[in-house]
């Protein structure tokens, strides 16, 4: 108790409490050995703290450390004598203030947040902790309140919604511009009597459309997941959902990228529909997707196609029509590949798309 | 020849629908907000129906909804926002399909589902 002969000369807190005036944490010191531990603590911490004394009229502050002062922007002098109430505002949540009322009635430790105003008027985010403090004998001897400022943690939840509901708006906004898109093409192929090219093209628009529909909620990353992409461009060529099998991890891949393995799927997809694995009842394909890497070191999406059980191929059809012809090239121009090897029981094929990164 | 009732305030959508209908030989009427499509049907009746969800300005296709399903007239909610589906429209239980889908493929589903009530 070195420092405490020397501080002994200063009132203690409850002396200054019977003098009927405001604790002084500047000259005052609570006493002992506790006491200097919590003069100490409450002088260092970065948690603003204050007491109240419940048994003084309307439960008015005794003590705020310095660190409330910086927080709120009140002097000690200004707050001391005062209830906290002036902390709320206009936009402060009543329903928050009824809990903080009833929990100093039936003395229980308390954790709200609500919006505080600073006495310059801005307002912060508190995550107001509160508790009674018992003398001894075991009676109520103050109330004890921490303030922390999330007003951090607010703007990043509020930022995080907008966002979200930006995304939907825009993802809403684009399907309605593929279905204006698809109406334009159909219509224009009904006047000019050309509707089984108009179909073709509307058929790739949509499969597009669909590859970069889930792009949206995450393009915010740079890159997008394979897998999503993947499942939406190939979901209609499986309405009951028991024809095509799904494999792959979280592969992600860059959103240029998508044009290309929308449209190869599409194709492929549109093959299986015709002569291949969906052109009858008990055919399936498997389609897993993950990242590889070439004897370069270089990263690539590799998707496999799989079809098994459907009608028998004798050999590699002669004509596969311009629509792999136009996948392949697109693939190309982002350095990918489409291999495809016409197995008798189907065909087996393969997209490689290497990574830029 | 069937009657189709279309409420749909996009008019490419629209069109693209209508003559979609009419190529499989039906006659569509397309509305573009609750109260057109209410008239269309105190005026005529309807074999089928396909809704647009939001149609503008807040309206959705739900008062309409529950009159078709009142009168066991079966109809396809075409929406391109699966999300905003009101609680009511889900509660309808209607079948929904997903925009863009080709206006074929909508009219397949809709005589797909005609005669639902007389097997029910």
């Not at chain 1, 399907?175 to 219509?187: D, E, L, S, Y």
């Amino acid at each position: 108790m070195q420092r405490g002969e020397g501080d002994g000369e200063r009132p203690t807190f409850e002396q200054a409490q019977q003098a009927g005036r405001a604790f002084d944490a500047e000259t005052d010191n609570f006493s002992g050995a506790s006491g200097l531990l919590f003069e100490q603590a409450m002088a260092q911490t970065r948690m603003a703290v204050c007491l109240t004394d419940p048994r003084l009229k309307d439960d008015p502050i005794v003590f705020c450390n310095k660190a409330f002062e910086k927080l709120t922007g009140y002097r000690q002098e200004d707050v001391i004598g005062r209830n906290c109430r002036f902390l709320q505002g206009p936009k402060t949540d009543q329903r928050q203030v009824a809990k903080i009322r009833e929990a100093i009635r039936t003395e229980e430790v308390l954790v709200v947040e609500l919006l505080n105003y600073r006495k310059d008027g801005s307002t912060f985010w508190n995550a107001l902790h509160l508790g009674p403090i018992y003398d001894e004998k075991g009676e109520l001897r103050y109330f004890f309140g921490s303030q922390w400022d999330v007003s951090d943690i607010h703007l990043a939840r509020a930022e995080e919604k907008h966002a979200k509901a930006m995304a939907r708006e825009v993802s809403h906004r684009l399907k309605n511009v593929f279905a204006v898109i698809g109406g334009i093409v159909n219509i224009t192929g009904r006047a000019m009597d050309a509707r089984s090219v108009t179909g073709k093209i509307n058929e790739r628009i949509q499969a597009l459309g669909r590859a970069y529909e889930p792009t949206l909620d995450d393009a915010a990353l740079g890159t997008i997941e394979v897998g999503q992409a993947i499942r939406s461009v190939l979901n209609p060529y499986d309405p009951e959902n028991d024809r095509i099998v799904f494999v792959g991890n979280g592969a992600r891949t860059e959103p240029n990228a998508v044009s290309a393995m929308g449209l190869t799927l599409h194709e492929l997809a549109t093959n299986a529909s015709k002569y291949g694995a969906l052109s009858n009842r008990e055919g399936k394909i498997t389609v897993s997707w993950h990242h590889e890497e070439d004897r370069h070191g270089r990263q690539s999406l590799v998707i496999d196609w799989k079809e098994t059980g459907g009608p028998a191929i004798e050999s590699p059809p002669d004509d596969t029509g311009t629509g792999f012809d136009i996948a392949e090239r697109l693939l190309a121009y982002s350095r990918g590949t489409l291999d495809r090897i016409w197995e008798e029981d189907g065909l087996r094929a393969k997209i490689s798309l290497p990574l830029r990164s | 020849m069937k009657s189709i009732l279309i409420l749909e305030d996009e008019p490419l959508i629209a069109m693209d629908l209508q003559f979609a209908f009419e190529d499989a030989g039906a006659h569509a009427v397309v509305t573009i907000s609750c109260a057109e499509a209410f008239d269309a049907l105190d005026r005529m009746e309807f074999d089928g129906a396909v809704l647009d969800m939001n149609l503008g300005l807040g309206e959705t296709c739900e008062p309409v909804a529950i009159h078709l399903r009142k009168q066991r007239i079966p109809f396809l909610l075409h929406t391109g926002d699966l999300d905003r589906a009101g609680e009511a429209l889900r509660d309808l239980e209607a079948p929904i399909l997903a925009k863009p889908s080709g206006a074929d493929h909508v009219v397949e589903r809709l005589f797909g589902l005609e005669g639902q009530y007389e097997r029910a």
